[in-house]
């Protein structure tokens, strides 16, 4: 009984630092734009660079060559899996 006189103070105290954070959330503009990371990533505006280079139309990773993804699968032995 006398952990009832501790715990239920505290959870009323994390309840409400969790209510406060999520108007503190709200009101900062975490949640304004909730799409448009996912279409940020699916719809690229850049076009490739040649063609030649990236036949996908895929933008490379900074800093490393267009074709380096392709080279790295041509590069791997077709045999079985070596687990």
Known sequence: ??????????????????????????????????DGDGERILFDDAPARDAADNPAGTKPAPGRPANTCRQRLTDVPSGGSDL
């Open 1 to 34: 009984m006398e952990s009832l006189y501790f715990l239920l103070p505290l959870s009323l105290v994390v309840l409400a630092v969790g209510i406060a954070l999520f108007f503190w959330a709200v009101r900062s503009g975490q949640y304004d734009d909730l």
